[in-house]
Structure formats: structure tokens, C-alpha cells
């Protein structure tokens, strides 16, 4: 098994608590989603996932670790709320592609590679909103851990990556002690007749 996988399954299956309520950011930021669909990336065991599905979203929830997936699974039988979930490795090339269009994707507390960032803008309607909110410095810390740079947002990092999205909005907020950044990007309009 891949070693972040790994750790991951390790890590959720030490949690003893799963907060039901979505992150802050989410729940504030819900108001300009559209469209009907969402993709979630990364989604852990869903909260966020399930606050959407609740509005009325149909929604994809992907994660590589099973612990996680089966917390959602439960949650999603309980209240009632149909998802789709998906036990894949986002960061696998043609993984996002083979899923086809989504309205809104959601990525949070997850750093996507540059590469599957490009996918997720591909991969998003027109018009279509995505959703990046995620650890900025070292003095983030998840757990006991002290979070890798590789996984921890550079300054405005993503602010250029990709043409196809104009940025929104784009903050640095605190949260749990830690400084997050939030993006709110909107795909394009695609321009017909352009060479
Ligand atoms: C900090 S949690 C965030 C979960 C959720 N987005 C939230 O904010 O509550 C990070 C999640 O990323 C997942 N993850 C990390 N790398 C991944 C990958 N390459 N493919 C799929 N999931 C991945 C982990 O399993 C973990 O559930």
C-alpha cells in the first residue's frame, strides 16, 4: 500500500471522535455553489460531503482510505441521504476524468498536486464553482503532526494555475489556531468559435 495511505488508514482508524458538523468554511461559502452536482476531493468521512448532499446536492465523495469512506457510508445510511462514494486515489492519472462533469468541486484540507488541480478546472462546467481551503505554514500542525511542506499551500499558490478560472475570492482565515487560505474560483464561459 502506498505510505500516505497508509497513515491515513492508521490515523482515522485511531480517531475516536467525527464531528458531524461541516467546516465553517464550507458552510459559509455553500451559498455560491451551483448547478446540482459536487465532487468532493478527499473527502474524509464526509462531513462537509453530507452538509451538501443534505442542501440537496447530488454529490461524489472520493477518498483512498476505507476507515474514513465507512464512517460515511453509515452516516449517509442513517440520515438517509444517498451519495456517491468512491474508494479511489484522487491524484491517479485519468482518476477525475473518468467521473466526468461536476457543477462545484469541493477541496479542503487536502493540497491537490498541480496536476490534479488542472484536472478538477477541466473537469468543471461552465460557470461552475470550486472550493480550495487548506493548511498555509508550518506552524500547522494536524494531531501531534506537524503538517509536511509539501502538503501546505505556498502564498497564493494557486492564484495563476490555470486560465480557465478566475478567482472569486481568495482569504487567509484561521482556523482550529492554524492560517488557512480559502479560494473561491469560477470556471470561464468556454468561448465558442476561438482558434
Ligand atoms: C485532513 S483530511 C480532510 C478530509 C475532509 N476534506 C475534511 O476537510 O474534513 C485529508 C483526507 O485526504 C485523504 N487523502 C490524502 N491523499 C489522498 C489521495 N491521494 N487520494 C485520495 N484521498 C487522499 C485522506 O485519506 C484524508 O481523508
Same mark, same amino acid.
Given at each position: 500500500?502506498?505510505?500516505?495511505?497508509?497513515?491515513?488508514?492508521? +490515523?482515522?482508524?485511531?480517531?475516536?471522535?467525527?464531528?458531524?458538523?461541516?467546516?465553517?468554511?464550507? =458552510?459559509?461559502?455553500?451559498?455560491? #455553489?451551483?448547478?446540482? &452536482?459536487?465532487?468532493?476531493?478527499? *473527502?474524509?468521512?464526509? %462531513?462537509?460531503?453530507?452538509? #451538501?448532499?443534505?442542501?440537496?446536492?447530488?454529490? &461524489?465523495?472520493?477518498?483512498?482510505?476505507? &476507515?474514513?469512506?465507512?464512517?460515511? =457510508? +453509515?452516516?449517509?445510511?442513517?440520515?438517509?441521504?444517498?451519495?456517491?462514494?468512491?474508494?479511489?486515489?484522487?491524484?491517479?492519472?485519468?482518476?477525475?476524468?473518468?467521473?466526468?462533469?461536476?457543477?462545484?468541486?469541493?477541496?479542503?484540507?487536502?493540497?491537490?498536486?498541480?496536476?490534479?488541480? =488542472?484536472?478538477?478546472?477541466?473537469? #468543471?462546467?461552465?460557470?461552475?464553482?470550486?472550493?480550495?481551503?487548506?493548511?498555509?505554514? =508550518? %506552524?500547522?500542525?494536524?494531531? $501531534?503532526?506537524?503538517?509536511?511542506?509539501? +502538503?501546505?499551500?505556498?502564498?497564493? @499558490?494557486?492564484?495563476?494555475?490555470?486560465? $480557465?478560472?478566475?478567482?472569486?475570492?481568495?482569504?487567509?482565515? &484561521?482556523?482550529?489556531?492554524?492560517? *488557512?487560505?480559502?479560494?473561491?474560483?469560477? +470556471?470561464?464561459?468556454?468561448?465558442?468559435?476561438? @482558434?
Amino acid at each position: 500500500m502506498n505510505p500516505e495511505r497508509e497513515r491515513w488508514e492508521r +490515523k482515522w482508524a485511531h480517531k475516536d471522535h467525527f464531528s458531524p458538523i461541516p467546516l465553517p468554511y464550507v =458552510r459559509d461559502h455553500a451559498h455560491l #455553489l451551483t448547478g446540482g &452536482t459536487v465532487l468532493d476531493i478527499a *473527502c474524509g468521512y464526509g %462531513r462537509n460531503a453530507l452538509y #451538501l448532499a443534505e442542501l440537496g446536492y447530488r454529490v &461524489t465523495a472520493i477518498d483512498f482510505s476505507e &476507515t474514513a469512506l465507512r464512517v460515511l =457510508r +453509515k452516516r449517509a445510511d442513517e440520515q438517509g441521504l444517498c451519495l456517491e462514494i468512491l474508494n479511489h486515489d484522487v491524484e491517479e492519472p485519468g482518476r477525475i476524468e473518468a467521473l466526468g462533469r461536476f457543477d462545484n468541486v469541493l477541496v479542503v484540507r487536502y493540497k491537490p498536486s498541480v496536476a490534479l488541480f =488542472r484536472s478538477l478546472a477541466r473537469q #468543471l462546467a461552465a460557470g461552475g464553482i470550486l472550493l480550495l481551503f487548506s493548511f498555509r505554514n =508550518r %506552524r500547522s500542525t494536524y494531531g $501531534d503532526e506537524i503538517v509536511q511542506d509539501w +502538503k501546505l499551500l505556498g502564498n497564493e @499558490e494557486y492564484l495563476r494555475v490555470c486560465d $480557465d478560472l478566475e478567482v472569486v475570492e481568495h482569504e487567509t482565515v &484561521t482556523f482550529d489556531g492554524d492560517d *488557512c487560505d480559502g479560494y473561491v474560483f469560477r +470556471k470561464r464561459p468556454e468561448v465558442k468559435g476561438e @482558434e
